[in-house]
T-cell receptor, first 115, second 109 residues
Framework: DAGVTQSPTHLIKTRGQQVTLRCSPK?????VSWYQQALGQGPQFIFQ???????QRGNFPDRFSGHQFPNYSSELNVNALLLGDSALYLC??????????????FGNGTRLTVT | GQSLEQPSEVTAVEGAIVQINCTYQ??????LSWYQQHDGGAPTFLSY????GLEETGRFSSFLSRSDSYGYLLLQELQMKDSASYFC??????????FGGGTRLMVKP
């Protein structure tokens, strides 16, 4: 039973560029959330996708956008990269946004470095 | 908004018991979760409390007091492999989690 998979594992970009990160949820899960984790800090919620729509959004600018596909996989896009966007980007899947006891299953993340 | 406070670092010896506290302020609360993250790894789910009281899962237990906006994670019979960061997280509407800053646990022989 495959868990949450993310690609790529590492990425180096230059300020001003755009990046796309990818995530495949755990088998049987239909909801994908994205988190940003700066070094030494807790994950910060970016947004959540369910039924191919953005359902909730954290305090992140419009430069951060996403998409969910019919097979439940998801992409995170970041435009006009800033040095402060350097972080570990974590994808988490779960069962439905209203299934309160469904814990999040995280992928190993994509380490993004902006130079 | 939501905010969570937990100690930044805790050190304990192998075989001991350690308690990691978490206090929170929230505008919407459905439960308190705990996650473990080893360096370079993914956060993994440990425990969840929706109601007041103690939940036990093997060597790990978690406690919640909603009236005090307080919870803790208790780790017993510490092992070297328990050295990791531990995060408390408030579950809000729509299964969204707000994480604390994390507690780095160092287990010494």
């Amino acid at each position: 039973d495959a868990g949450v998979t993310q690609s790529p594992t590492h990425l180096i970009k230059t300020r001003g560029q755009q990046v796309t990160l990818r995530c495949s949820p755990k088998s049987g899960h239909d909801t994908v959330s994205w988190y940003q984790q700066a070094l030494g800090q807790g994950p910060q919620f970016i947004f959540q996708y369910y039924e191919e729509e953005e359902r909730q959004r954290g305090n992140f600018p419009d430069r951060f956008s996403g998409h969910q596909f019919p097979n439940y996989s998801s992409e995170l896009n970041v435009n006009a990269l800033l040095l402060g966007d350097s972080a570990l980007y974590l994808c988490a899947s779960s069962l439905g946004p209203t299934t309160r006891n469904s814990p999040l299953h995280f992928g190993n993340g994509t380490r993004l470095t902006v130079t | 908004g939501q905010s969570l406070e937990q100690p930044s670092e805790v050190t304990a010896v192998e075989g001991a018991i350690v308690q990691i506290n978490c206090t929170y302020q929230t505008s919407g609360f459905y439960g308190l979760s705990w996650y473990q993250q080893h360096d370079g790894g993914a956060p993994t789910f440990l425990s969840y409390n929706a109601l007041d009281g103690l939940e036990e899962t093997g060597r790990f237990s978690s406690f919640l007091s909603r009236s005090d906006s307080y919870g803790y994670l208790l780790l017993q019979e510490l092992q070297m492999k328990d050295s990791a960061s531990y995060f408390c997280a408030v579950k809000g509407a729509g299964n969204m989690l707000t994480f604390g800053g994390g507690t780095r646990l160092m287990v010494k022989p």
